[in-house]
């Protein structure tokens, strides 16, 4: 992933793993448009 300070994320879910991704998984489905950023 490229580091652009100007680059936000809607969303930041900090500590990745299932539950994580699994998070980020059922946000991307909701209608809309965002960025979620996974630490």
């Known amino acids: 992933m490229s580091e652009d300070p100007n680059q936000t994320a809607d969303i ?3 500590g990745g793993g299932l ?19 996974i630490i």
Do not use: C, D, N, V
């Open 12 to 14: 930041l879910i900090i």
């Open 19 to 37: 539950s994580g991704t699994m998070l980020a998984a059922q946000l991307l489905r909701r209608p809309g448009q965002r960025r979620i950023l």
